[in-house]
Protein backbone atom coordinates (compact mmCIF):
# COMPACT_ATOMS: atom_id res chain seq x y z
CA UNK A 1 0.00 0.00 0.00
CA UNK A 2 1.17 3.43 -1.20
CA UNK A 3 1.10 6.02 1.95
CA UNK A 4 2.38 9.97 1.23
CA UNK A 5 2.88 12.08 4.08
CA UNK A 6 3.26 15.96 4.30
CA UNK A 7 4.94 17.91 6.59
CA UNK A 8 6.37 21.60 6.65
CA UNK A 9 3.09 23.91 6.43
CA UNK A 10 2.96 26.33 9.20
CA UNK A 11 1.84 29.75 9.82
CA UNK A 12 4.23 32.45 8.30
CA UNK A 13 3.99 36.06 7.13
CA UNK A 14 3.72 37.57 3.66
CA UNK A 15 7.24 37.63 1.62
CA UNK A 16 8.53 34.21 3.47
CA UNK A 17 9.09 30.69 2.68
CA UNK A 18 8.41 27.46 3.39
CA UNK A 19 9.54 23.94 2.35
CA UNK A 20 6.96 21.23 2.22
CA UNK A 21 8.32 17.91 2.22
CA UNK A 22 6.27 14.54 1.10
CA UNK A 23 7.45 11.30 2.11
CA UNK A 24 6.10 8.04 0.16
CA UNK A 25 6.02 4.55 1.48
CA UNK A 26 5.16 0.92 -0.02
CA UNK A 27 6.33 1.63 -3.16
CA UNK A 28 9.64 3.52 -5.14
CA UNK A 29 8.40 6.99 -6.81
CA UNK A 30 11.08 6.40 -9.50
CA UNK A 31 7.66 5.48 -12.23
CA UNK A 32 5.11 8.14 -10.50
CA UNK A 33 4.63 11.41 -11.24
CA UNK A 34 4.35 13.27 -8.37
CA UNK A 35 2.03 16.97 -7.59
CA UNK A 36 1.14 18.91 -5.46
CA UNK A 37 -2.45 20.37 -5.14
CA UNK A 38 -3.59 22.67 -2.19
CA UNK A 39 -7.40 23.40 -1.05
CA UNK A 40 -7.50 27.37 0.20
CA UNK A 41 -10.73 27.64 2.52
CA UNK A 42 -14.03 27.31 1.33
CA UNK A 43 -12.44 26.55 -2.41
CA UNK A 44 -11.81 23.27 -4.05
CA UNK A 45 -8.76 21.42 -4.51
CA UNK A 46 -6.52 23.23 -7.29
CA UNK A 47 -2.92 22.27 -8.95
CA UNK A 48 0.16 23.63 -8.04
CA UNK A 49 3.00 22.14 -9.37
CA UNK A 50 3.59 18.58 -11.01
CA UNK A 51 7.25 16.71 -12.04
CA UNK A 52 8.07 14.00 -13.67
CA UNK A 53 9.99 10.85 -13.02
CA UNK A 54 13.40 11.97 -14.09
CA UNK A 55 12.97 15.27 -12.74
CA UNK A 56 13.60 16.73 -16.34
CA UNK A 57 10.03 18.08 -16.69
CA UNK A 58 7.98 20.25 -14.39
CA UNK A 59 4.57 22.41 -14.94
CA UNK A 60 3.36 24.95 -12.49
CA UNK A 61 0.49 26.68 -12.07
CA UNK A 62 0.60 30.88 -13.41
CA UNK A 63 -0.18 32.27 -9.75
CA UNK A 64 2.99 30.29 -8.61
CA UNK A 65 5.14 30.11 -10.78
CA UNK A 66 8.56 32.17 -10.01
CA UNK A 67 8.23 31.35 -6.49
CA UNK A 68 7.42 27.62 -6.00
CA UNK A 69 9.87 24.91 -6.94
CA UNK A 70 8.94 21.22 -6.80
CA UNK A 71 12.16 18.61 -6.36
CA UNK A 72 12.32 14.98 -5.91
CA UNK A 73 15.01 12.76 -4.79
CA UNK A 74 13.92 9.43 -6.18
CA UNK A 75 16.64 7.45 -3.73
CA UNK A 76 15.00 8.40 -0.34
CA UNK A 77 10.85 8.33 -2.30
CA UNK A 78 10.70 12.21 -1.30
CA UNK A 79 9.02 15.20 -2.93
CA UNK A 80 9.61 18.70 -2.15
CA UNK A 81 8.14 21.63 -2.33
CA UNK A 82 10.05 25.01 -1.64
CA UNK A 83 7.57 28.17 -1.66
CA UNK A 84 9.04 31.52 -1.65
CA UNK A 85 7.91 34.75 -1.05
CA UNK A 86 4.43 33.43 -0.09
CA UNK A 87 1.39 35.54 -0.30
CA UNK A 88 -2.00 35.72 1.56
CA UNK A 89 -3.49 33.74 -0.89
CA UNK A 90 -1.14 30.87 -0.69
CA UNK A 91 -3.07 29.87 2.59
CA UNK A 92 -4.21 26.19 2.04
CA UNK A 93 -3.70 23.28 2.86
CA UNK A 94 -1.05 21.03 0.50
CA UNK A 95 -1.55 17.96 -0.30
CA UNK A 96 1.07 15.72 -2.24
CA UNK A 97 -0.25 13.84 -4.87
CA UNK A 98 1.17 10.57 -6.64
CA UNK A 99 0.05 9.60 -10.22
CA UNK A 100 0.83 5.68 -12.03
CA UNK A 101 -0.21 6.61 -15.43
CA UNK A 102 2.71 7.23 -18.26
CA UNK A 103 1.22 10.07 -20.38
CA UNK A 104 3.93 12.17 -22.07
CA UNK A 105 2.39 15.31 -21.99
CA UNK A 106 3.02 16.50 -18.36
CA UNK A 107 -0.08 18.42 -18.59
CA UNK A 108 -2.59 15.60 -18.01
CA UNK A 109 -1.28 15.75 -14.63
CA UNK A 110 -2.88 19.05 -13.81
CA UNK A 111 -6.42 17.21 -12.96
CA UNK A 112 -6.78 15.59 -9.31
CA UNK A 113 -8.42 12.44 -11.25
CA UNK A 114 -4.88 11.79 -12.48
CA UNK A 115 -3.30 10.63 -9.01
CA UNK A 116 -3.91 7.41 -7.46
CA UNK A 117 -2.18 8.12 -4.14
CA UNK A 118 -2.50 10.85 -1.74
CA UNK A 119 -1.69 12.33 1.17
CA UNK A 120 -3.07 14.05 4.08
CA UNK A 121 -2.16 17.40 3.85
CA UNK A 122 -0.53 19.92 5.89
CA UNK A 123 -1.54 23.69 6.37
CA UNK A 124 -0.02 26.80 5.37
CA UNK A 125 -1.18 29.72 6.51
CA UNK A 126 0.17 33.28 5.25
CA UNK A 127 -0.50 36.43 7.07
CA UNK A 128 -0.37 40.06 5.55
Known amino acids: QVQLVESGGGLVQAGDSLRLSCVVS????????MGWFRQPPGKVREFVTL????????HYTDSVKGRFTISRDNARNMVYLQMDSLKPEDTAVYYC?????????????????????WGQGTQVTVSA
Open 97 to 117: AASRRTYSDVTYYTGTSMYDY
Open 26 to 33: GRPIANYV
Open 51 to 58: INWSSSNT
